[in-house]
Structure formats: C-alpha cells, structure tokens
C-alpha cells in the first residue's frame, strides 16, 4: 500500500511560481509512474504531468512550456515547478502513483491563482 503526501500549495498572483512535492511510503521499490492531476471546481480531474520510473515525461497542452515535472532526490518523490500561473491553473493538485498495477492518490494540495 503506497501513501503519498502533497506539499507546496497556495495563494499566488498570475504569473508567479509555486512548487509542489510529493513523497511516498509503504514500498521499497521504485514506482513506476508518478505523476499530479488538478480538479477544478465543477471539472472532472484532469491530467497536469507525469514522469515514468525511466525518466520519461508527459504533459497536458495546458501545462506544456509553463510546468516542469521531475524526480525528487529521493526514491518515489515527484515535484512539480508551475511558473506563468494563470487564474485558470486554479484547482486541487493530486499526487498520482502507480505501481504494481494500482492507482494511489494523495489527499490534494490547493493551488489558488488571483487575478
């Protein structure tokens, strides 16, 4: 059983920068993807990044240019750099892992972009 907790959330002005991070317990052995999701409010939980055990990534349109995922130091931890914040990155930001064919998720950390 994985556990993840998020960290780095908050209140920032559009076009500021925020850094998330998530670290993992409950295995010694490497994830195989990690990754952050957001759910806006009244919007279905949507992909942000992911990055793969081999270092390979993925990123929404939305996030592509602007947001940079990557392995942590340590084993199973992921960050996320989030620069050029708009009002419309606001939402809940969820930590993803998946490992050993299960889907685990953080409890969310909120991202909250002003105008």
């Known amino acids: 059983q994985v556990q993840l907790v998020e960290s780095g959330g908050g209140l920032v002005q559009a076009g500021g920068s925020l850094r998330l991070s998530c670290a993992s317990s409950g295995t010694i052995f490497r994830i195989q993807r990690m990754g952050w999701y957001r759910q806006a409010p009244g919007n279905q939980r949507e992909l942000v990044a992911t990055?793969?055990?081999?270092?390979?990534?993925n990123y929404a349109d939305s996030a592509k240019g602007r947001f940079t995922i990557s392995a942590g130091n340590a084993k199973n931890t992921v960050s996320l750099q989030m620069n050029s914040l708009k009002p419309e990155d606001t939402a809940v930001y969820y930590c993803?892992?998946?490992?050993?064919?299960?889907?685990?998720w953080g409890q969310g950390t909120q991202v909250t972009v002003s105008s």
């Open positions: 990055i793969m055990d081999s270092g390979t990534t």
């Open positions: 993803h892992a998946l490992h050993d064919y299960s889907n685990y």
